[in-house]
């Protein structure tokens, strides 16, 4: 063992020592009590008074001493503990001596029995260090032999002598077994933080390995997502030319299987935000009525293909507006449907909007899907929200699907302090609750009136598209021509900024994500330097979905955002406000 190693050993051990005496710190007033009532038994009652208080003297100083070391117990106290505990024992040491000089009937049996206790006091209290106790307890020692040699020559001699082996053998005793319980101890401590130990490497590995699984998840997903932008912007454009019947069907089932395959990325990336704590949640105005609305719009259609009736109801006591995240909120109740409408062969899919009133401002909204299909067993309950888990996960299996929905419908749910719930009978169907605390802007509708539009004739627009990817470009630029507008493309951002520096655009459309420059940097330059169009409005194309990435953009000094795929109905909207300039794109927004 170094001399480092030691040095800790004897601060561990003043550590040991001084919580053992302060947990005995009371008990030690008690036995000077005692003692002080046995010597008045046996000598003059002025020296038992003089011994009693003379010892709670020596007790109070030794206690303030103790815990004014037991405040810097970082540090070994070297000789000075073990010199002042000395020096109070001399008092203690006194009280046997009296006792035994006293002369009193019994007065010699009561000084070994005051001795006796005393030592076991001593090395009670100091049973970590036996080589200090045998220090401190040296004024015992002294009393022993002073006794020792008053008793000479006398009857009492000898078994005086008989009566220290046995005392000090059952001292040793004491000693061996607290020495060997303290060896099992540490042994054991060091078992348990070797173990302790191992289960945060453990714990560390399986962390690091998660959150490998989720950025390999997130990049995968996120890089998929540039490709099927080309996809589905291509059956999008083939859509609007001559097609026969088969063409048609054929195109509809590359839209169909892209979409399907967009939710699922999406559904991938939420889930990995989710574990890495990195998806935020919005609050804004959400109209229940138009909202749910959305809902029968898209699965209306989907169902009776199945021959399968879909219902929405609204029930009276729904507010009219509430504060919510309605993109959370709408992935939840698409992916509750989606199963329903799956799953379901006859009868009907209900969507129930309702709430339950909790105070003038808040309420407990509860979105409620039912269903007549099959069911599940009581025991497969249990399976419905593991990740990339199915029911029936037999080869066989009727219904595809990779297991995610559910699991992340219900972390969406608790992430906004609500609960997703579901009751189920085999052969009768199911129904799932989905319900959230909202704070609610308007119990009843306000009377909603016309819209006030006006007809733009905008004419021929100048679109410069900065895009690294062939095909986005090719899409975006078919669509812009097919509306009789001029698209100039550029394949990056340093590429778009020397080309927006030498001629005027009446809208810039701007990748994030290119080579040589990306989009964030060449918006910023085109803002910060004089040209054509450092007031040009700026859309900001992008692949992530994420609120943060689209305030980056914004913060660039673009006017809006779109994701990729491209909804060309939104950003037909975004070109009928071109009249409006920047800040016309913002409201956009």
Request: proline share 4%; charged share 20%; hydrophobic share 45%.
């Amino acid at each position: 063992m170094g001399e480092h190693d030691k040095a800790r050993a004897r601060i561990n051990d003043a550590a040991q020592v001084l919580q053992s005496i302060l947990q005995t710190h009371y008990l030690r007033y008690w036995l000077i009590t005692s003692w002080a009532l046995a010597l008045l038994a046996t000598v003059n009652p002025v020296w038992a008074i003089l011994w009693f208080a003379g010892t709670l003297t020596a007790g109070a100083i030794r206690s303030a001493f103790e815990k004014h070391l037991a405040a810097k117990v970082g540090s070994d106290y070297g000789l000075i503990f073990p010199a002042v505990a000395t020096a109070t024992t001399c008092a203690w040491a006194a009280a046997p001596v009296l006792a035994w000089f006293s002369g009193a009937p019994f007065a010699q049996p009561l000084a070994v029995g005051l001795l006796a206790s005393g030592y076991i006091l001593v090395f009670s209290q100091m049973r970590n260090s036996p080589k200090q106790a045998m220090v401190i307890s040296s004024p015992y020692t002294l009393a022993a032999l002073v006794m020792a040699i008053s008793a000479w020559g006398t009857p009492v001699f000898w078994p005086f002598m008989a009566v220290m082996p046995f005392l000090w053998s059952s001292l040793f005793v004491l000693t061996i077994m607290t020495l060997s319980q303290n060896v099992k101890i540490e042994a054991f401590q060091d078992h348990q933080a070797h173990l302790i130990e191992e289960l945060e490497q453990s714990r560390d590995k399986a962390d690091a390995a998660n959150r490998a699984k989720s950025a390999f998840l997130a990049v995968i997903s996120h890089e998929l997502r540039t490709p099927m932008n080309g996809v589905l912007g291509a059956a999008q454009l083939l859509t609007s030319t001559r097609l026969d019947p088969t063409q048609k069907e054929y195109v509809s089932i590359v839209r169909n299987s892209g979409d399907n395959l967009m939710a699922l990325l999406n559904d991938i990336l939420d889930l990995t935000r989710i574990e890495a704590d990195r998806l935020e949640l919005e609050s804004t105005e959400i109209e229940l009525a138009e909202f749910s609305s959305r809902f029968e719009r898209t699965w209306a259609g989907r169902a009776s293909e199945k021959d399968v009736r879909f219902v929405v109801e609204v029930d009276e006591s729904t507010p009219a507006s509430v504060l919510g995240d309605p993109a959370r909120t709408a992935q939840i109740v698409h992916n509750l449907l989606s199963n329903a409408v799956k799953f379901t062969e006859e009868g009907e899919v209900r969507l129930t909007v309702s709430a339950d009133r909790l105070s003038e401002r808040r309420a407990r909204l509860k979105f409620q899907v039912a269903d007549t299909g099959p069911g599940i067993a009581p025991e497969h309950l249990e399976k419905l929200f593991r990740p990339f888990t199915q029911v029936d996960g037999s080869s066989t299996r009727r219904f595809g699907g990779a297991g995610i929905g559910l699991t992340l419908s219900q972390k969406l749910a608790q992430m906004m302090d609500g609960g997703l719930e579901v009751e189920s009978e085999p052969g009768k169907g199911s129904v799932f609750t989905f319900s959230l605390e909202v704070d609610v802007r308007a119990w009843h509708a306000a009377q909603v009136q016309a819209p006030v539009t006006a007809e733009l004739d905008q004419g021929q627009i100048r679109v410069l598209v900065v895009e690294d990817h062939p095909v986005n470009r090719m899409i975006v630029e078919a669509w812009l021509a097919s509306a009789g507008h001029v698209a100039v493309a550029a394949e990056n951002g340093q590429i778009g900024l020397e080309m927006a520096m030498a001629q005027p655009f009446d809208l810039i459309l701007m990748d994030v994500n290119m080579p040589v420059m990306d989009g964030l940097t060449a918006t910023s330059r085109l803002r910060a330097e004089d040209g054509p169009n450092r007031e040009t409005p700026v859309v900001v194309l992008s692949a992530s979905a994420r609120s943060e990435d689209h305030e980056a953009g914004l913060a660039a000094g673009a006017d809006a955002y779109l994701n990729k795929p491209i909804d060309f109905r939104l950003f037909a909207e975004m070109l009928a406000r071109l009249p409006g300039g920047r800040e016309g794109l913002r409201e956009a927004a």
